[in-house]
C-alpha cells in the first residue's frame, strides 16, 4: 500500500523523474530488430513506451497502477494518433489480471525494482506464461549493489527471472550514481 501511495502522489504532485517522455535508445534498437507483434509494457506511467512501439505498427497495452498516469497516457495516445493501436488501463503489474494473453514483447522500465523480493517467483511465472515462445522480456532495472538492502533489484531476483526464462544479454550501467542494467529475456 505505501508503494502505491509514493507513487500516486508522485503523479498528483510532481513530475515523477522516471517519466521522462522520452524512449530509450535500447527500446528502439529492439524495434529496429524485430518485427512489429503484440506488446506489454508493465508499468507504463504516461505512456511514452507504448505510443512509440504503437507507432513502429506494433498492437500495444499499458498498465500501471496510478490512475492518473493512465488518463495522461490515453490523451497523449490520442494527441498521437495511436488510440485504436492502444489500452491503456489500471491495474498492478504484479497481479496476473493484467496479461490479457499472449505477448511477443513484455517491457519493464523501472518497475520491477521496486518489487517485494517474495513477489518475484510469482512475478516470472506470469511473465513466462503471457510470452509466446520466442517472445522477448526486456527489462530495465536499478540493481540492488549490496547484501544490506536498498533500493533495487539483486541478482537472486533477476535469478529467479533466468529460472523461468532465458538471459540472453545484460548491459550493466549506471543511473544517478546507482547501479543498473538493461537485460533481455527470451522464452525458448
Known amino acids: 500500500m505505501a508503494r502505491r501511495l509514493f507513487f500516486t502522489l508522485r503523479y498528483w504532485f510532481d513530475n515523477p523523474p522516471w517519466d521522462t517522455g522520452i524512449t530509450p535508445p535500447e527500446v528502439y534498437q529492439f524495434l529496429d ?43 497523449k495516445a490520442r494527441r498521437a494518433g495511436v488510440r485504436e493501436m492502444v489500452d491503456f488501463r489500471v491495474g498492478d503489474a504484479l497481479s496476473a489480471n493484467v496479461f490479457r494473453g499472449q505477448y511477443d514483447l513484455i517491457l519493464d522500465i523501472g518497475c520491477f525494482h521496486s518489487f517485494p523480493e517474495e513477489a518475484i517467483g510469482t512475478h516470472a511465472g506470469n511473465l513466462r506464461d503471457h510470452l509466446v515462445v520466442g517472445g522477448t522480456f526486456l527489462l530495465y532495472t536499478h540493481i540492488n549493489p549490496g547484501p544490506l538492502g536498498g533500493h533495487g533489484a539483486t541478482e537472486d531476483s533477476l535469478a529467479l527471472l533466468g ?26
Do not use: M, Y
Not at 40 to 45: A, E, R, S, T
Not at 176 to 188: H, I, T, V
Open 163 to 188: 529460472d523461468h526464462l532465458k538471459l540472453v544479454s545484460r548491459r550493466d550501467g549506471e543511473e544517478f550514481s546507482r547501479p543498473s542494467a538493461w537485460l533481455e529475456f527470451r522464452k525458448e
Open 33 to 75: 530488430d524485430h518485427p512489429p507483434g503484440r506488446a506489454l509494457d508493465l508499468g507504463c506511467g504516461t505512456g511514452t513506451n507504448v505510443i512509440t512501439l504503437a507507432q513502429h505498427g506494433w498492437q500495444a497495452e499499458g498498465v500501471d497502477f496510478v490512475p492518473r498516469a493512465i488518463k495522461t497516457a490515453r490523451k
